[in-house]
């Protein structure tokens, strides 16, 4: 069901963007690309991936699911400030209204509340629910930018109905998962302070991972065009498509990597790398032989240089799928949580350096390309991690036993 709610999340994901560059054109594409990069990468920074510190608390105690909910939405409200701020910083002045920005922000909220009772279904083990509510949020906002569509091509109207896709999400969660009555008065500070705590020690790694996909389209739109914006945010959505089965394995692979031994966990990993460069190279080419016939077909002729950008990006999409797939084995069957944190960090450095070379330049395929180099470089470095940290384990235990003679 989680795999399930990745592809139909993913694949809304990219009808918006088909839709939207049909009928807004490079232009209003580009302004709402970098609208709705800024209200996730806001909504997601902001929440301090307290979704994983909502869960661990409820997981050992299931009587404290009542309380989640009131502390999303004070925590939501006591971060108004600084959502505002962010969205008046990662906006250009020169091209964003005040409505903008405050939609922008208004969205963030939504998805940071979303984002915080996501955890309630995960401490409770209903996986189930927490899928249906991912995927009645990826078709509810299809729906709404088409009824928006319908009256106007306002980019703050549609940034504004991402939002209301995040709240008609939240609402189904909070209707569909067994929260129990409050049968006592919520301790917050009980509740608040080991919820931070725990959230602290993963957020640097999620907010970096998160600005590795979206921070780029954000610094794009202040550096280039909004046409290349549109360029490049069609070539990265159809790109992040080739990341749906080797992100499956990810998941499959934290539950599979926490139970097994480690030389268990080891040929599991292996073979999910195995199965995701493969299933990843064949969904690229799919999704390049599609969108090359598929792009002229449907768009513009202003998308007609969207190809060249679409390869280059399903190429390092194709490279950054040994991360998703090796991840699991090197966080915790190894331990090296911060040594991927750091390559993460390494990715995003390296991207949005190249980015403010190539970019101005070069437009989409710059951008394309500094991604691809990006992602390229991540997974070279963790397939060595991987390999070097694999070997040095087998040459230590085939050591041990002479060593003892």
Known sequence: MVVLSRIVVASSGTLIVLITSRL???????????????????????????????????????????????????????????????????????????????????????????????????????MRDYSRADIIRGAATVVLICCCLAF?????????????????????????????????????????WPTFLDSARV???NIIGLAVFRLDIIVMAVISTKANVAVYSLA???????????????????????????????RLTILGLKRALVFGTGTALAIGGVATLAVPLLLSKAYGHAILPLWISLAGAVVYSICQATAPFIMIGLGRRLLMTLITAATLVINIGLLLVLGPKYGAVG????????????????????????????TGSNRAPTARR
């Open 367 to 394: 951008a394309s390309t500094a991604s691809s180099i990006a992602y390229a470089t991540a997974g070279v470095l963790v397939l060595g991690l991987f390999v070097a940290v694999d070997r040095s384990r087998t």
């Open 203 to 205: 957020h640097p790694a």
């Open 24 to 126: 807004l054109g490079p232009t209003g594409r580009g302004t709402f690309a970098a609208m709705q990069a800024a209200a996730l990468l806001i909504g997601t920074a902001v929440s301090f991936s307290m979704w994983l510190g909502v869960s661990v608390r409820i997981a050992k105690s299931r009587e404290t699911a009542n309380q989640a909910l009131p502390f999303a939405l004070l925590a939501s409200i006591c971060s108004v400030p600084l959502l505002v701020g962010l969205a008046f910083a990662s906006l250009p002045s020169s091209s964003s209204s005040l409505a903008a920005r405050l939609t922008v922000a208004a969205a963030a909220m939504a998805i940071m509340v979303y984002s915080i009772i996501q955890g309630i279904p995960i401490g409770l083990g209903r």
């Open 236 to 266: 990265s959505a159809f790109a992040e498509g080739v990341w749906l089965v080797p992100a499956a394995i990810g998941v499959i692979g934290f539950s599979d990597v926490a139970r097994a031994s480690t030389h268990e966990a080891r």
């Open 152 to 192: 106007t091509r306002s980019t703050v109207a549609l940034t504004a109905m991402i939002g209301a896709g995040y709240v008609v999400a939240t609402l189904v969660l909070v209707a569909i998962v067994p929260i129990g009555p409050r049968t006592r008065r919520p301790s917050w500070r009980a509740f608040s």
